[in-house]
């Protein structure tokens, strides 16, 4: 299950694809060492997704004060867009340049206090 989001179903399903496939190089090479390549590949796919979505959960469930103030950053529009691209997509989005600049400066004056909740 993804941190932050609680999606599970697709990393579920490409999980067991992948272990599935791990299975059948074991059985064809007998070499054990088959079965580490399916958390090997899905962490190369996934990994860097899991890291931001950990580190997110970590830092903004931290608090009921953070999570209230993600909660506030989540109603603008540029975090909507960006977020559903990566959800349905499941890689970080990395389109719009300006949009994610805007998320920055508002998420930063968040985490400083300046921002209203």
């Known amino acids: 299950m993804a941190p932050a989001s609680g999606e599970g179903i ?8 992948l272990a599935a496939e791990a299975v059948l190089e ?8 088959a079965l580490k390549q399916a958390r090997r ?3 190369a796919e996934h990994g860097r997704v899991f890291q931001v979505l950990g580190l ?3 830092f ?8 209230e103030r993600f909660v506030k950053i989540c109603e ?4 909507q867009q960006l977020t559903f ?12 340049p300006l949009a994610q600049l805007r998320i ?4 930063t004056a968040h985490l400083l206090g300046i921002a209203r909740v």
């Open 26 to 33: 074991l059985l064809a090479t007998h070499d054990p060492r």
């Open 104 to 107: 920055f400066l508002k998420d």
């Open 76 to 79: 603008d529009k540029n975090v």
């Open 60 to 67: 903004w469930y931290g608090s009921d004060k953070r999570r």
């Open 85 to 96: 691209e990566s959800y349905m997509n499941k890689v970080l989005s990395r389109r719009r």
């Open 56 to 58: 997110m959960q970590w």
């Open 41 to 43: 590949r899905f962490m």
């Open 10 to 17: 697709y990393y579920a399903m490409l999980g067991g694809q």
